[in-house]
């Protein structure tokens, strides 16, 4: 029953901005630690950004100053808003969920974001 739908990938300019969404059902949205995952063809899986149940965030090195996580906990949505996008920023985006009992977390299906001229 657990579901987390990615939305908002596409073709981008260099330069230019996107904000990915994360719908989550199934479970107790606000008490999960939330996360942004990238994953380039070739390249392993990198964790972009996370967000916790009280708000804290962290970024990956690679985004600082670029991406914003963020969450609505009414609406039961993780967003992740990228500006100043560059070419490395191409891969297939990934929600995570993770419960505060838990080590294992649940998954969306990944959205498309290409970076490109």
């Known amino acids: 029953q657990v579901q987390l739908v990615e939305s908002g990938g596409g073709l981008v300019q260099p330069g230019g901005s996107l904000r990915l969404s994360c719908a989550a059902s199934?479970?107790?949205?606000?008490?999960?630690?939330m996360k942004w995952y990238r994953q380039a063809p070739g390249k392993e899986r990198e964790l972009v950004a996370r967000i916790s149940s009280a708000g804290t965030t962290n970024y990956a090195d690679s985004v600082k100053g670029r991406f914003t996580i963020s969450r609505e906990n009414v609406k039961a949505t993780v967003y992740l808003q990228m500006n100043s996008l560059k070419p490395e920023d191409t891969a297939v985006y990934y929600c995570n969920a993770l419960a505060p009992w838990s080590t294992q977390g649940f998954w969306g299906q990944g959205t498309q974001v290409t970076v490109s001229s």
């Open positions: 199934g479970f107790t949205f606000s008490r999960y630690e």
